[in-house]
T-cell receptor
Framework: DTGVSQNPRHKITKRGQNVTFRCDPI?????LYWYRQTLGQGPEFLTY????????KSRLLSDRFSAERPKGSFSTLEIQRTEQGDSAMYLC????????????FGDGTRLSIL | TQLLEQSPQFLSIQEGENLTVYCNSS?????LQWYRQEPGEGPVLLVT?????EVKKLKRLTFQFGDARKDSSLHITAAQPGDTGLYLC???????????FGAGTRLFVKA
């Protein structure tokens, strides 16, 4: 399978703990995106990488959130000191070239904060 | 702020009926995508439209991009239970990289 891969698929943790998610994009895609999706809503943009450079961060991304893509391949999204409101599906997508190219999504990591 | 509004939010129909889902904005998009998402999975791309007035067909699904590239519609002919899912439209702005998603139309097709 050469699609976008996300790990873990599910994460349950206690409030205040740190969590890290991983995304492996389609190998030839230079753009990588992170989104958050809550029940009944469409995905909300969090951040975007072109190769290893993080070019934009949403105001939704508080200072407890950090994302990296160190070698321009896989990416990690870390949430520190998790809060109840962080419970959501975290989706990763990748694409080629410019914003007109469609994004291909992974199946997400569902985060539940107890 | 660019926004995409989808309507209806929820649609429940009988197998064999036709339906149309709408995606509207006051902003111009350089391209627009339609995705379908099933519970517990990521959105799956159905189509990309880039030219104003463009019409694309995918089996029983017909997608149209408005002439001004501000709106789009998805028409499904003779809906089947397998069409059940969340249909999302997403637009790429003319000036940047960001893709904006609508809140989706949740379709349920009863057998």
């Amino acid at each position: 399978d050469t699609g976008v891969s996300q790990n873990p698929r599910h994460k349950i943790t206690k409030r205040g703990q740190n969590v890290t998610f991983r995304c492996d994009p389609i190998s030839e895609h230079n753009r990588l995106y992170w989104y958050r999706q809550t029940l009944g809503q469409g995905p909300e943009f969090l951040t975007y990488f072109q190769n290893e450079a993080q070019l934009e961060k949403s105001r939704l991304l508080s200072d407890r959130f950090s994302a990296e893509r160190p070698k321009g391949s896989f990416s990690t999204l870390e949430i520190q000191r998790t809060e109840q409101g962080d419970s959501a599906m975290y989706l990763c997508a990748s694409s080629l070239g410019d914003s007109r190219q469609p994004q291909h999504f992974g199946d997400g990591t569902r985060l539940s904060i107890l | 702020t660019q926004l995409l509004e989808q309507s209806p939010q929820f649609l429940s129909i009988q197998e064999g009926e036709n339906l149309t889902v709408y995606c509207n904005s006051s902003s111009v998009f350089s391209s627009l995508q339609w995705y379908r998402q099933e519970p517990g999975e990521g959105p799956v791309l159905l189509v990309t439209v880039v030219t104003g007035g463009e019409v694309k067909k995918l089996k029983r699904l017909t997608f149209q991009f408005g002439d001004a590239r501000k709106d789009s519609s998805l028409h499904i002919t003779a809906a089947q239970p397998g069409d059940t899912g969340l249909y999302l439209c997403a637009g790429a702005g003319t000036g940047g990289f960001k893709t904006i998603f609508g809140a989706g139309t949740r379709l349920f097709v009863k057998a």
